[in-house]
């Protein structure tokens, strides 16, 4: 049974271009939580889905970021215009239900922004 | 809203010395509670976690956590380091009815031969 899968692993983008980070959750997990990691920092919750639905995406940024969750495919999340301060090490995460402690986090896509 | 505070950024220790890294919590509310591991360039491992029950919890690769309401603490111990242990730990706490897990700054194991 594969882990999360996170891709791409390493995204470099220079200033003012789009980001696209790729997650796909376990096998029969339907919830997907995305974290960002800055250098030097522990986890900070962006936002939190399930297939078609943002449930709570109190942690994101009011602009520039997006994400989704579509019926098919993987969990997108998206920066647009990026800016330096968008570099970091940006963690996904599944589980099978609404049962928080259930998480299991993927490798992470690590952005640089030039 | 919850805190969680790692007083140490960084420990370091000797091969099989014992080690605990701590791990304080803010929360107005009953709490979840998690350790998990960072090795390098990877995602992260769950250590181990308290739900509920007894508050010495026993995790994965000889790493053991205590639950202290009263302090608000769990700090992670294990008696003996291996070089291997050397990655980054990060504390984590949910309330009991939440959604997402709030994470310490994390404490980098330095396990020196």
């Known amino acids: 049974n594969a882990g999360v899968m996170q891709n791409p692993r390493h995204l470099v983008r220079r200033r003012g271009q789009e980001a696209r980070l790729r997650c796909s959750p376990m096998?029969?997990?339907?919830?997907v939580y995305w974290y960002r990691q800055l250098p030097e920092e522990g986890l900070k919750f962006m936002v939190y889905?399930?297939?078609?639905?943002?449930?709570?995406e109190s942690g994101m940024p009011k602009e520039r970021f997006s994400a989704e969750f579509p019926k098919e495919g993987p969990s997108i999340l998206r920066i647009q215009q990026v800016v330096r301060g968008d570099s970091a090490a940006y963690f996904c995460?599944?589980?099978?239900?609404?049962?928080?402690?259930?998480?299991?986090f993927g490798p992470g896509t690590r952005l640089t922004v030039t | 809203a919850q805190s969680v505070t790692q007083l140490d950024s960084q420990v370091p220790v000797f091969e099989e010395a014992p080690v605990e890294l701590r791990c304080n919590y803010s929360?107005?509310?009953?709490?979840?509670l998690f350790w998990y591991v960072q090795y390098p360039n990877q995602g992260l491992q769950l250590l181990l976690k308290?739900?509920?029950?007894?508050?010495l919890v026993k995790g994965i690769n000889g790493f053991e956590a205590e639950f202290n309401k009263s302090q608000t603490s769990f700090h992670l111990r294990k008696p003996s380091v291996h070089i291997s242990d050397t990655a980054e730990y990060f504390c984590?706490?949910?309330?009991?009815?939440?959604?997402?897990?709030?994470f310490g700054g994390g404490t980098r194991l330095m396990v020196k031969p």
């Open positions: 995460a599944s589980s099978p239900n609404a049962d928080v402690y259930e998480q299991y």
């Open positions: 096998k029969g997990h339907s919830h």
């Open positions: 889905l399930q297939k078609e639905n943002i449930i709570d």
């Open positions: 929360s107005s509310v009953s709490v979840y």
């Open positions: 308290y739900l509920s029950g007894s508050t």
């Open positions: 984590a706490v949910t309330p009991n009815a939440g959604n997402m897990l709030t």
